[in-house]
């Protein structure tokens, strides 16, 4: 076994940045493993490194990731950026690969704050060239300023694709349309939440001012979108979809060589599945998430977990439940007692209760359909990786592969170097909807490591590496 570490944070986002710097100032050893060069997450990326000019068109939320990582700066925890996890087990045991390098650390207390990932939906085009993650143009506009030169089409739901096209239209790109797909019949659902949601922050406030801006700016938004395609060859050519408008139903297409699709995020659960963490069906969040109490703690000893990681509530809430997981492992420790965890911890659960008032608001509205989470043409690939597609899925359910792992097995969709992170959500989808049972009934594929891809050298180099 490698070096032994008091406490070890997985991720340096807003919870893990949180986590770090409180336990630190308790006097805590602290090692913070992050893939980024950088600290700030998914979140703030590259919030160190950002110009003046483009943390003005980023926005107030994003500057505040500045606050935290200077924060983090100033305490006295270790980080080591540009380190992979590729394991992650009940004894605490952490394979790492860094600086080229795989080897295996102990901690005696492990917070997993590895965040969220974007919702993978598989849809006919999903995988050609000039279509990706809303999200994952938005890190390229905070890391490098780079947008799409001849515009771009935003497709999805939820609050990131007003805000990405907002950014757009401040950096001076074209977005032809924004296309939301929450039925109508979600306001009805979300209508009772309201109410809380108001008080909960300026969530709804902001919201509505994206969408003012755009209006203003002349970028069209679209509602009830149904069977997005993108078509081309080489590339992306146009976008077609389905539109409900004045009761009835048309296809529409927009020509364009971009475009932008977001449906929501879900926890990053690999390594706590890697790890034997319990996890439970979130139905407001439509996906699986670990189990965990108020101080972020699991049904593992020692293995805490905190932000997305847990459940979606959003960077602020994500903050807190680091700073709550931290005192935890202080307690636990015995650096500080139950009376200072509960005092110093205070806030932090008052903050979070009131923050996560807007959630049940925001599920209701952005709830997905099952006709968008369950891919209807059998020609749409969706394990990119081992190239199956959803028709052979269905075929082998048919033939008696009744669960998601069966169908694994069989076709080796999940295996690829993603490890089922982008196929897993819609294989579950897909065997529900042919068993004709809720999905909440399938877990996704089991988890074995390496959950990161590793070469064979860097394997046989393990054992040396330890000794």
Not at 24 to 40: K, M
Not at 125 to 142: D, E, F, R, S
Not at 276 to 305: E, F, L, M, S, Y
Not at 386 to 408: C, M, N, W
Request: some cysteine.
């Amino acid at each position: 076994m490698g070096d032994s570490y008091q406490l070890v944070i997985i991720g340096a986002g807003p919870g893990g940045l949180c986590a770090a710097t409180t336990a630190a100032n308790l006097g805590l050893d602290v090692t913070v493993l992050d893939e980024q060069p950088s600290p700030g997450g998914q979140i703030y990326r590259g919030i160190s490194n950002t110009p003046d000019d483009r943390l003005a068109l980023l926005g107030a939320d994003y500057q505040h990731g500045a606050d935290l990582v200077e924060a983090f700066s100033a305490s006295k925890a270790n980080y080591w950026p540009q380190t992979n996890v590729w394991s992650l087990n009940s004894r605490r045991q952490i394979g790492i690969l860094r600086h080229g390098q795989a080897s295996i650390i102990q901690a005696e207390r492990v917070i997993v704050a590895s965040g969220a990932m974007e919702r993978p939906v598989p849809f006919l085009g999903w995988t050609l060239p000039g279509v990706m993650y809303a999200g994952a143009a938005q890190i390229l506009l905070k890391t490098a300023g780079v947008v799409p030169a001849n515009g771009t089409v935003i497709a999805g739901t939820g609050p990131l694709p007003l805000l990405v096209a907002w950014q757009y239209l401040r950096a001076g790109v074209s977005v032809k349309a924004v296309l939301e797909f929450s039925p109508r019949s979600n306001l009805w659902r979300a209508a009772p939440h309201l109410p809380k949601a108001l008080v909960a922050g300026d969530y709804i406030s902001r919201g509505l001012k994206y969408t003012l801006d755009l209006n203003k700016g002349g970028v069209p938004i679209y509602y009830g979108i149904s069977g997005l395609q993108a078509q081309g060859h080489d590339r992306i050519e146009a976008v077609e979809y389905g539109w409900d408008t004045l009761g009835s139903s048309r296809r529409e297409t927009i020509v364009t060589n971009s475009l932008l699709v977001h449906f929501g995020v879900i926890p990053r659960i690999n390594l706590t599945k890697s790890a034997g963490c319990h996890h439970i069906w979130d139905r407001g969040q439509q996906c699986w998430r670990p189990q965990v109490d108020k101080w972020g703690n699991t049904n593992v000893p020692g293995i805490a977990v905190v932000g997305d990681s847990a459940g979606i509530g959003g960077a602020r809430s994500a903050e807190h439940s680091g700073r709550l997981a931290a005192l935890e492992v202080a307690r636990s420790l015995h650096t500080i007692d139950t009376q200072q965890r509960d005092l110093q911890g205070q806030e932090d659960l008052k903050w979070i209760g009131k923050d996560l008032r807007v959630r049940p608001f925001l599920e209701a509205l952005y709830r997905l359909p099952d006709s968008l989470l369950v891919p209807p043409d059998d020609k749409t690939l969706v394990c990119r990786c081992e190239e199956i597609s959803a028709g052979q899925i269905r075929q082998a359910v048919r033939e008696g592969h009744a669960d998601p792992d069966r169908v694994k097995f069989y076709l080796r969709c999940g295996m690829g170097p993603c490890q089922g992170r982008q196929c897993a959500p819609a294989v579950a989808q897909i065997v529900a909807a042919e068993n004709l049972r809720p999905v909440s009934d399938y877990t996704t594929f089991r988890v074995r490591p390496p959950i990161r891809p590793l070469s064979i050298a860097q394997l046989a180099n393990l054992g040396r590496a330890e000794e």
